[in-house]
């Protein structure tokens, strides 16, 4: 039986909140120089509300709605948690209770599984690692990540403070600035010019369903808590692998028991593992290769199609097929609530199978076909119903969504511009990298050939000789339109994998 979430003092606030009323953020990537010194801050923005040390702490996600003028998180790397002093035990090949295998070797590190995750990312090419500024090699990887959040007019000073107060226990290996919001009531855009975080999953705070194995029929939305929190159910009704210790080894009592290992420990509980990827966007790029393509109407046609949403809106594609499909128009609460799918859409029509949003959250239930009734369900699990050749291809999405709380940077008139990528998720190999590999890079996604993802797609031919710069737009009558030689428009210039703790685990890795 799924239990509601009630710790929200102990949960990080971003896992509730992108803080979009606070138009202005920076995110600092840090070396631990004083592992002394760096715990001593570590448990001053952890402490107890009772506890002033600092005139600011961590933000929990029980100050969401409350109307905050900044909000500060922290997120640690494998080789931060080490230096803290975490045991050993919590890094130990094998072992049930460890930090997963993909969190401690990282999202781009030297040893054997390096080019292989590399591959599975994309990151190859002029995105491989080793042409990264930060992050892809040890001695340039962050041990801590401290995201500060404010309103334009105080960002500068808050930034002033923490970095002055950090300066005993690290180095700033890098100030990554963020876009100013646009004005009130205007939509947050993504270099692209495209509206941006529109699509996000609900997590199921109050436990309105129950989590499991058995099929659902239906694309939702509302997903299991433990798909984004550790030490809740997930979407298989079970726990996902997390950092547990001996009791023993917590001797002031500081974390919360395990659920569901009795003498143990809960270092994960109410945390999550944040990805970080550094994304430049070269937005003349995206435009004037459109634009040549589709010269008609500037572009935008085939700009709507590679992203899957109209530009002026936000709305998907498939708005108008929803209207016909329901004989009125669709809520708009629907396709911003993101209650919808492509089951309507069959043949691609509305939505090109390769567009981005179609790839990066196919909207499948866990039988392919939407609505069905059961003499449709026995037939489909009996073999006897003949299938769409792409059913079978697709995994079903509540397996695989993540959160996203990136912010765009760069300025309008001169400069690099791109997105500061973080989505959070329980277990980054399922979730995340599953994403990037089977659907985004994957040249075969959805029966498709010779194309990966439209917009970050890094065109480089795989397997072998195959190449992956096309874009297919199905036609209602003959062959598909076929668009070739797609420039890379995304290129990656950093990135880690990040743990996310709880308040109760940052006061337990500070006191070590």
């Not at 923490?162 to 009130?184: C, K, M, Y």
């Not at 509206?195 to 029929?217: C, H, K, M, T, Y």
């Not at 511009?417 to 959070?424: A, E, P």
Request: net charge neutral; proline share 7%.
């Amino acid at each position: 039986m799924a239990q509601p979430v009630s710790e929200y003092q102990d949960i990080q606030g971003i896992l509730r909140s992108g803080y979009g009323r606070l138009d202005a953020a920076v995110f600092l990537l840090l070396r631990i120089t004083d592992p002394g010194a760096s715990k001593a801050w570590l448990a001053a923005v952890a402490a107890a509300p009772d506890v002033a040390r600092l005139d600011y702490r961590v933000t929990h996600a029980a100050d969401f709605g409350a109307h905050i003028a900044r909000a500060l998180q922290v997120a640690i790397t494998a080789s931060g948690i080490r230096q803290l002093g975490a045991p050993e035990s919590l890094f130990q090949d094998g072992a049930l209770h460890a930090f997963p295998r993909e969190f401690r070797l990282g999202m781009a590190t030297e040893g054997d599984d390096t080019e292989g995750r590399s591959r599975r990312l994309g990151d190859i090419g002029d995105n491989a690692p080793s042409c990264w500024e930060w992050g892809g090699a040890p001695a340039r990887t962050p041990d801590l990540l401290v995201m500060l959040y404010a309103e334009a007019d105080g960002i500068a000073a808050f930034q002033q403070t923490v970095t002055a107060d950090l300066a005993a226990g690290f180095e700033i290996l890098r100030v990554l600035d963020t876009a100013r919001a646009p004005s009130e009531g205007q939509p947050r855009r993504e270099p692209f010019g495209f509206v941006d975080g529109i699509s996000q999953p609900e997590i199921d705070w109050r436990a309105q369903r129950s989590p499991g194995p058995d099929g659902e029929l239906e694309y939702g939305n509302l997903i299991a808590p433990g798909e984004f929190l550790l030490g809740y159910a997930n979407e298989y009704g079970l726990m996902t692998q997390r950092p547990l210790l001996d009791a023993a080894l917590d001797a002031q009592n500081v974390l919360p028991t395990a659920e569901d290992a009795p003498g143990w420990r809960d270092l994960g509980r109410n945390g999550s593992y944040l990805v970080f990827r550094h994304l430049e966007q070269d937005v003349a790029g995206f435009w004037h290769f459109v634009r040549s393509a589709s010269p008609l109407d500037d572009g935008l046609s085939l700009a709507e199609a590679m992203v899957g949403r109209r530009l002026a809106s936000g709305d998907p594609l498939i708005t108008p097929l929803l209207t016909e499909m329901r004989g009125t128009g669709p809520d708009a609460g629907d396709i911003r609530q993101n209650r919808f799918s492509f089951d309507g859409d069959s043949d691609g029509l509305a939505c090109p199978f390769g567009a981005h949003i179609r790839r990066a959250n196919p909207r499948t239930a866990d039988l392919p076909g939407g609505r069905q009734g059961l003499p449709q369900q026995l037939l489909r699990m009996l073999g006897l119903k003949r299938a769409s050749p792409r059913d079978d291809l697709m995994s079903s999405s509540r397996f695989h969504r993540i959160i996203r709380r990136g912010r765009p940077y760069g300025d309008t008139a001169a400069g690099p511009r791109g997105i500061h990528f973080l989505c959070l998720n329980a277990n980054i190999a399922r979730q995340f990298e599953f994403i990037q590999n089977a659907w985004i890079v994957n040249a075969r996604f959805n029966a498709m050939d010779g194309e990966s993802d439209p917009l970050l797609g890094n065109r480089q031919p795989f397997p072998a000789a195959q190449p992956t710069d096309g874009f297919s737009l199905p036609q209602p009558f003959g062959p598909n339109r076929r668009i070739t030689g797609l420039p890379r428009f995304v290129t990656v210039r950093g990135g880690a994998y990040f743990f996310l703790p709880g308040i109760r685990a940052l006061r337990f890795l500070a006191a070590r």
